[in-house]
C-alpha cells in the first residue's frame, strides 16, 4: 500500500523524504493511511522542507545578523529561527491530527476503575 503514495514532486530535501516515509510507514501500521491523512502527511513533509531551509539559512548566516540602517549598525535576531520554532509546533500539531505524537500513544487500558461504593 505504501508504494502508491510518494511525497509530491516539489519535496526535494532528504530529510522530508524520509520523514515521509517514516509517517507512510507508522500510519499503515495503524491501518491509519488514506486520502485524507495523505494529505495531512503531504503538510507535514512540506513544513519540513521548509524548516531544513531555515536550518541552512541560520547555518550559512547565524543566530544573529548584522543589521544596517543607515548610519546605525545593530545585531538582531535572524528570522529563520522564529519561524523554525512555528513550523515545528505546527508540526507538533499536524502529528497530535494523525495521533503519531507520544501522548497519542497513550491507549486506557482500563475503562473506569470500580469506585469503592459500587463495590457494595
Known amino acids: 500500500m505504501a508504494a502508491e503514495y510518494k511525497p ?8 522530508a523524504k524520509k520523514l515521509f516515509h ?10 491509519a493511511l488514506n486520502d485524507r491523512t495523505m494529505m495531512i502527511v ?14 541552512a539559512d541560520i547555518k550559512e548566516r547565524g543566530v544573529v545578523e548584522l543589521f544596517k540602517n543607515g548610519s546605525q549598525e545593530m545585531f538582531r535576531e535572524n528570522k529563520s ?10 508540526q507538533r500539531k499536524l502529528q497530535a491530527e494523525l495521533k503519531l505524537t507520544p501522548a497519542s500513544e497513550k491507549k486506557i487500558t482500563e475503562v473506569v476503575t470500580v469506585d469503592e461504593f459500587e463495590e457494595f
Open 8 to 15: 509530491k514532486r516539489i519535496i526535494k530535501h532528504k530529510e
Open 81 to 90: 529561527v522564529d519561524k523554525i520554532l512555528k513550523i515545528v509546533e505546527q
Open 22 to 31: 517514516i509517517i507512510v510507514q507508522e500510519l499503515e501500521k495503524e491501518n
Open 42 to 55: 503531504d503538510n507535514i513533509v512540506l513544513l519540513e522542507q521548509l524548516k531544513q531551509d531555515h536550518m
